[in-house]
T-cell receptor, first 114, second 114 residues
Framework: KAGVTQTPRYLIKTRGQQVTLSCSPI?????VSWYQQTPGQGLQFLFE???????NKGNFPGRFSGRQFSNSRSEMNVSTLELGDSALYLC?????????????FGPGTRLLVL | GENVEQHPSTLSVQEGDSAVIKCTYS??????FPWYKQELGKRPQLIID?????GEKKDQRIAVTLNKTAKHFSLHITETQPEDSAVYFC?????????????FGAGTTVTVRA
């Protein structure tokens, strides 16, 4: 099976703009989680979607939002970008409904906000 | 929420020696503990995981131990090799709103000296 894919891989934006990132999970995986990775903060959980519904949410401001489509592909959106939003954004997919299963990560989208 | 603490933040070992990374978690309901390895510029990849009904698991040179009473788990790498140099993350799955979510430690940068 193909792995988790993310687009775009690199992105440069300016403060105040908004950005949309895309994640395609492994075929058959219904759960998609998003993480923000920065050198100082490690992997921070953003949110998780299953069957087009957000099931869990991390401690990020409302500028960060997401959605999931019927084919399990997911997008995340960041509005009114700030310099501190510069990070590697990773998505991960999981096959099963219940927790405790392996999360498979995509290559990430590296966002730079100028 | 769950707080996963990981120590040390950096670890330098001589090739052939062992490396040990320790993590603690706060939520006794956590039931799944994966370890991920992230090489420079690459995505995190699962290297080993353990569930709460098991105390130890081994896969070749890698082993993980879990102490539920003390709420800590450790990664052991024996006979380290240069290709073991990477950032290692521990994680614990904790009950979320509708399901479990992964909470990650801050990471340990392991450098294996030749």
């Amino acid at each position: 099976k193909a792995g988790v894919t993310q687009t775009p891989r690199y992105l440069i934006k300016t403060r105040g703009q908004q950005v949309t990132l895309s994640c395609s999970p492994i075929s058959g995986h219904r759960s998609v989680s998003w993480y923000q990775q920065t050198p100082g903060q490690g992997l921070q959980f953003l949110f998780e979607y299953f069957s087009e519904t957000q099931r869990n949410k991390g401690n990020f401001p409302g500028r960060f939002s997401g959605r999931q489509f019927s084919n399990s592909r997911s997008e995340m959106n960041v509005s009114t970008l700030e310099l501190g939003d510069s990070a590697l954004y990773l998505c991960a997919s999981t096959p099963k409904i219940q927790g405790g299963e392996t999360q498979y990560f995509g290559p990430g989208t590296r966002l730079l906000v100028l | 929420g769950e707080n996963v603490e990981q120590h040390p933040s950096t670890l330098s070992v001589q090739e052939g020696d062992s490396a040990v990374i320790k993590c603690t978690y706060s939520d006794s309901a956590s039931n799944y503990f994966p370890w991920y390895k992230q090489e420079l510029g690459k995505r995190p990849q699962l290297i080993i995981d353990i569930r709460s009904n098991v105390g130890e698991k081994k896969d070749q040179r890698i082993a993980v131990t879990l102490n539920k009473t003390a709420k800590h788990f450790s990664l052991h790498i024996t006979e380290t090799q240069p290709e073991d140099s990477a950032v290692y993350f521990c994680a614990a799955s904790i009950p979320g709103t509708n399901d479990y979510k992964l909470s990650f430690g801050a990471g340990t940068t392991v450098t294996v000296r030749a």
